[in-house]
């Protein structure tokens, strides 16, 4: 595990290698960046929840390029790791954001499907199928 100020500079000049290779910031304990096997750069944290006998995981910030820069990812860096101390585990954070989007997504195109529907038999038909679909995909989504 290399460490060292995490800069433009030393994110350029990370060596490809044949297994991922992390550089790990020298300022901001569980900040660091990862290169793949194919020279793909990832801005990424590393925390635990619930102290040291919790496993680590690790979230990714981004990739290398805009909008991430080595000053950006820090910056969100220090803000997840704050959402981290206090108690809040980014990964699930960021799960239920998708999830939150995609419901929200569902719902709006349900809603103007049935609008479209003419008969009022089709309507009821169309309401009652999609509601069931809805019930279904949160089920799906909370097991």
């Known amino acids: 595990m290399a460490t060292g100020k995490i800069s433009k500079r030393t994110v350029d000049s990370l060596p490809v290698g044949p297994k991922e290779n992390y550089l790990w910031d020298t300022d901001l304990k569980g900040f660091g960046v990862k290169i793949t096997t194919a020279g793909s750069i990832s801005y990424i944290i590393q925390f635990r929840m619930g ?8 979230f990714t910030i981004g990739s290398h390029g805009s909008p ?41 195109y349900a809603d103007l499907f049935t609008r479209f529907c003419k008969r009022e038999g089709w309507r009821r038909l169309v309401e009652r199928s999609v509601s069931r679909q809805h019930l279904w995909h949160r089920l799906e989504v909370v097991i």
């Open 68 to 108: 991430w820069t080595p000053t950006t990812a820090r910056l969100e860096a220090e803000r997840l790791l704050v959402i981290v101390a206090q108690g809040i585990d980014p990964v699930d954070a960021e799960k239920q954001r998708r999830r939150e989007a995609v419901d929200l997504a569902f719902s709006n």
């Open 51 to 58: 102290g040291r006998e919790a496993k680590t995981r690790r």
